[in-house]
């Protein structure tokens, strides 16, 4: 499988697929900002800004039929992410998190969502078409935490329609996301993580989150395991230091923008993403793509919570 290719003549689709909470942001004086976030939401509305009108961007999750729900399918239609499929379950909630943030701008995320609806994204009825559409989008981009939301069951969903996808020709990015407290076991992780890879073209990694679940010893030893999966795109993202890339048989780095002043972290990795992709997707090369990460990163960490206005 080939590295991702510039846009052509037709305009790409692009499918993401995850989880998106309401999000509670907690101010100095204790009270709380309500908006919504996620981490695969937060790159669909980074990815959506930064392609215009380049490229069809949609959003694949479940919600309830609440009014929360209703509020959420406004603010993506409005930022020009397609709704076509996303499923409203009746009876059921989007998962609920607060960000509660410290002096130096590191977030703490206290979290609701063992009920949410995005369980049962891949396992409805109403999933089957989905499922079926999803192979013929030029890009599907998924996370870890989508892994661990979807299940045992909508992974396998899952792995059979990236392995689809891939046979058309189809690019699979993915970000490794790993948040523990989402797994049975870290075992459980592993396997889960190890079953996606080996159908990846772009993996954007954070380094803290391999070494968490993977232990390894260092970055070589990230890109050795990513080189023996066949992984023909890797990004090491490492917050403030450069970030690191192995891609057309070669390795180099991209140095991060400094900031004076760290507001909040959240979705520094998310907006990273998006723009890195959207870079790739125009024709970019991956150290171009890298810019762009860094450069949007640097002023989503600048204003409070996942979404900067636009």
């Not at 800004?49 to 309830?64: F, H, S």
């Not at 409203?88 to 909630?93: E, F, I, M, V």
């Not at 979807?150 to 948040?179: C, M, P, S």
Request: some cysteine; glycine content about 8%; proline content about 5%.
């Amino acid at each position: 499988m080939s590295t991702l290719s510039p846009l052509g003549p037709n305009t790409p689709r692009i499918a993401l697929i995850g989880e998106c909470m309401i999000e509670l942001q907690q101010r100095a004086d204790g009270s709380l900002q309500q908006s919504f976030g996620g981490d695969t939401l937060n790159t669909a509305v980074y990815l959506s800004r930064a392609m215009e009108d380049k490229a069809q961007v949609d959003y694949v999750t479940a919600l309830g039929d609440d009014s929360f729900s209703d509020a959420m399918c406004q603010v993506w239609t409005s930022e020009g992410i397609g709704l076509d499929l996303v499923q409203r379950l009746p009876g059921r909630l989007p998962g609920l998190y607060c960000i509660q943030t410290d002096a130096a701008g590191e977030r703490r995320f206290l979290y609701w969502r063992n009920e949410a609806a995005v369980r049962d994204c891949f396992t409805t009825p109403a999933a089957a078409p989905i499922l079926a559409a999803l192979p013929d989008y030029d890009v599907l981009y998924f996370s870890g935490i989508t892994l661990a939301v979807l299940g045992a069951l909508g992974r396998e969903k899952l792995i059979d329609t990236l392995i689809e996808a891939r046979q058309r020709d189809a690019r699979i990015v993915f970000d490794n996301n790993y948040r523990p407290r989402l797994w049975v076991s870290q075992e459980e992780a592993r396997a889960a993580y190890r079953s996606v890879l080996p159908h990846v073209d772009i993996a954007l990694l954070t380094v803290d989150d391999e070494q968490a679940l993977f232990h390894f010893a260092d970055c070589d030893a990230v890109f050795e395991a990513y080189a023996q999966i066949g992984t023909p795109e890797v990004v090491l993202k490492r917050g403030a230091e450069p970030c690191l890339i192995m891609a057309e048989g070669e390795r180099f780095e991209v140095p991060a923008h400094k900031v004076e002043k760290v507001v909040d972290t959240t979705a520094a990795g998310d907006s990273f993403s998006a723009a890195y992709l959207a870079s790739r997707l125009m024709g970019g090369s991956p150290a171009e793509a890298a810019e762009a990460g860094h450069s949007l990163a640097s002023r989503v960490i600048q204003v409070a919570g996942a979404l900067i206005p636009k």
